[in-house]
């Protein structure tokens, strides 16, 4: 009887993904989605912090990629290169400042406008 709980105990934890990975890594809550032909931008929001992700639609293939965040007024951090599940996670303090998020993967571009004001 224990060891077939056990058992159905580890199967649970081994099939239950982390949370991280379902956010890329991003602390807060999913914000917005800003879609494209190629994937999406996943821009999620904490109390001081915007963070973003780019994921592919289809995600397996080693295909560039690439996310930025840049809040009005400061810099933009980016994360690029060759990836299979996204590019980023980029977290920017954004405190009561909009952000401007942009993602690519391969060719396919976008950028979300000034969001989360």
Do not use: H, N
């Not at 956010?23 to 915007?50: H, I, M, N, W």
């Not at 963070?51 to 951090?77: D, E, I, K, L």
């Amino acid at each position: 009887m224990f060891s077939a709980g056990l058992l159905l105990a580890s199967g649970a934890l081994l099939a239950a993904p982390p949370a991280r990975a379902a956010t890329g890594g991003c602390p807060g809550q999913l914000a917005r989605t800003v879609d494209f032909a190629a994937g999406e931008v996943r821009v999620y929001k904490s109390r001081a912090q915007v963070c973003a992700v780019t994921v592919p639609a289809r995600p397996g293939a080693r295909t560039w990629m690439s996310v930025s965040v840049q809040p009005r007024g400061g810099v933009p951090v980016r994360d690029e290169g060759r990836f299979t599940r996204f590019a980023g996670p980029v977290t920017v303090p954004a405190v009561s400042r909009c952000v401007y998020v942009k993602g690519q993967v391969g060719s396919e571009a976008v950028g979300s406008g000034w969001i989360l004001c």
